[in-house]
């Protein structure tokens, strides 16, 4: 879905494998080789005639994501053999702008070590009526998570008119720090009879603001971050036949662990009956071929046409979702309790008190894939400067956006039992105990209330600049 944690896979443009090194080339000693594929470019060092590669790169992107939010419904006559009906309700719309600075630096032969920092510079989004939809007969109002007026977080005091229901504040900032490294265990500048084979490894490390929703001042919260410190291992083939070259790319990225103070840092819910509390998980495979149109090769100029696409899979967990900023707002806890939103959550569901926990927003998110096709437009201009454009094309599987099971059941105390267990003996989560899970809210998790992305389309329009010493 186009998604802001999502939002990720939509940032496929210009250098595919990211900042894993693959915007490079080697063996400039002689006659520059007129390479434009990243996945064929290798930063080299220590090479004859060519003592180390310094690469810099400047990317920016701009990205729309769309999606239609249904909710299901309990109460309408089906036949017992259908699945459960849902209804349309609201339309998502995000906007951002995108700055990416790369540098890749050549460390030993066919190594090189790469850095990046993705700059969100504006983003915004927007939920809306989906057609057929009025404020009387939305369920997100129904159900009190919005306000007749709606909520313009840009300017709090004015209810929204038209079919606008949520507007959320101006986001920019940074999420995380890409720090990697690449090798070529075959490198086809070297070796025209072999292709180029790439293996790299990168460490996301959250540096940003984390991304926060605050109703009472929302222009306090504007950051962008994550709080996630994530792994993400890549391996590329490319190949050379005469003015085509095709590519094949394979990622896989997870989430390490999350920094204290993270919107998906849980630890007090771990203790009790949570599941699927991480980040999701993700892996991707893409491929393509590039044709070079023209091609100078003892001036070095060329250019192409990089046409591919790419399958992205998104594994369950928790995710800033399409409605996390509404979720949020729905989740706030007010003075005293007083004023507190129908999603506040029990910080302990074994005491009699509520002890009212503010919604983080940020919720279970089932599997899903994005489905992207990609051309780009490469230009070379001597030995070295380098430009691109990218266009992507991005849809989404339909999915659940809210689904946090009520819990889980433990076993029954007795002999040969260690660990958490339960007095009873019963296969359901008893209430009042530590199989509940405290981030569980019937109004929005529980079968018949859950919310659904569908129809998920995004287009990422992007420009590409490098400097190759």
Not at 385 to 399: C, S
């Amino acid at each position: 879905m186009l998604r802001t944690g999502a939002i990720g896979p939509l940032r496929w443009l210009g250098v595919t494998l990211g900042a894993l090194g693959a915007s490079g080339v080697s063996g400039l000693g002689g006659a520059p080789v007129a390479r434009a594929n990243p996945a064929s470019l290798v930063a080299s060092a220590i090479d004859p005639g060519d003592p180390i590669d310094l690469h810099l790169e400047l990317d920016y992107d701009y990205s729309v994501e769309t999606a239609r939010i249904r909710r299901e419904v309990l109460g309408a006559p089906v036949d017992p053999l259908d699945p459960l009906p849902d209804v349309n309700d609201l339309d998502f719309k995000q906007f951002r702008h995108r700055l990416v600075p790369r540098a890749e630096l050549g460390i030993l032969p066919n190594t090189s070590l790469s850095v990046a920092l993705p700059i969100v510079i504006a983003q915004q989004r927007e939920l809306s009526l989906a057609p057929g939809v009025t404020r009387d007969s939305s369920t997100t109002i129904a159900d009190g998570l919005l306000p007749m007026g709606g909520f313009d977080a840009r300017d709090p005091g004015t209810p929204l008119t038209g079919d606008a229901v949520f507007r959320g504040v101006s986001r920019s900032g940074v999420d995380q720090l890409h720090a990697g490294m690449t090798l070529a265990l075959m490198n086809q500048d070297n070796d025209p009879s072999k292709p180029t084979w790439k293996l790299g490894g990168e460490l996301r490390i959250p540096v940003g603001r984390v991304m926060r929703f605050d109703a009472d001042d929302p222009s306090s919260a504007t950051g962008v971050g994550r709080g996630i410190y994530e792994v993400r291992v890549a391996t590329s083939v490319a190949r050379r036949f005469g003015r085509a070259e095709g590519w094949f790319e394979l990622y896989w990225q997870a989430p390490i662990t999350a920094k204290r103070g993270a919107l998906l840092d849980l630890p007090a819910a771990e203790q009790f009956g949570a599941t699927n509390t991480a980040a999701s998980q993700r892996g991707g495979v893409g491929a393509g071929v590039e044709v070079y149109a023209v091609e100078d090769k003892a001036g070095g100029n060329q250019i192409s046409l990089d046409l591919g696409s790419r399958v992205d899979a998104h594994f369950e967990g928790r995710e800033y979702s399409e409605l996390w900023e509404v979720f949020a707002y729905a989740g706030r806890v007010g003075a005293g309790g007083a004023g507190s939103g129908p999603l506040v959550l029990d910080a302990d569901p074994t005491t009699m008190e509520l002890e009212a926990r503010a919604h983080p927003g940020v919720s279970n998110v089932e599997n899903y894939l994005e489905l992207a096709g990609r051309a780009a437009v490469r230009a070379r201009l001597g030995r070295y400067v380098r430009f691109a454009a990218t266009l992507d094309f991005v849809w989404r599987t339909d999915h659940v956006i809210s689904f946090a099971d009520a819990g889980v059941d433990l076993p029954t105390c007795g002999a040969g039992v260690s660990g958490p267990c339960e007095n009873e003996t019963n296969s359901v989560v008893s209430r009042g105990t530590r199989e509940v899970n405290p981030i569980h809210v019937d109004t929005i998790d529980l079968v018949g209330h859950r919310y659904i992305s569908v129809n998920g389309f995004g287009f990422v329009v992007g420009v590409q600049g490098q400097i190759l010493f």
